[in-house]
């Protein structure tokens, strides 16, 4: 019913920048939240950073001042913009959504992306 395109990551240097974006499409009128997690090898999954349908953000602590995520509520696009990137941040990180109200429907519903990989070199 919903379906989640990423975009972005890839290798980067210790102390680059990488920037990932999310597109949700499907019969959608609005989604309440946005966001990432990411899931390193042998790690639980863990919040990166979600955003409202007010641009209210949460983040999770280690990411504080170092990523950014935003939304484009008319493009249904969520974006992290990740700078000084280290090490420790190399996983997988998997768009989600949830509270999305779908046309002809009365439920929300939420969705996950693939995921796309994050590499951060020493």
């Known amino acids: 019913q919903v379906q989640l395109v990423e975009s972005g990551g890839g290798l980067v240097q210790a102390g680059g920048s990488l920037r990932l974006s999310c597109t949700a499409s499907g019969r959608i009128l609005s989604i309440h939240v946005m966001g990432w997690y990411r899931q390193a090898p042998g790690k639980e999954r863990e919040l990166v950073a979600a955003i409202t349908t007010d641009a209210s953000t949460n983040y999770a602590d280690s990411m504080k001042g170092r990523f950014t995520v935003t939304r484009d509520n008319t493009k249904n696009t969520v974006y992290l913009q990740m700078n000084s990137l280290k090490a420790g941040d190399t996983a997988v990180y998997l768009c989600?959504?949830?509270?999305?109200?779908?046309?002809?429907?009365?439920?929300?519903?939420?969705?996950w992306g693939q995921g796309k990989q994050v590499t951060v070199s020493v």
């Open positions: 989600f959504v949830d509270g999305v109200r779908l046309r002809n429907s009365v439920r929300s519903t939420a969705a």
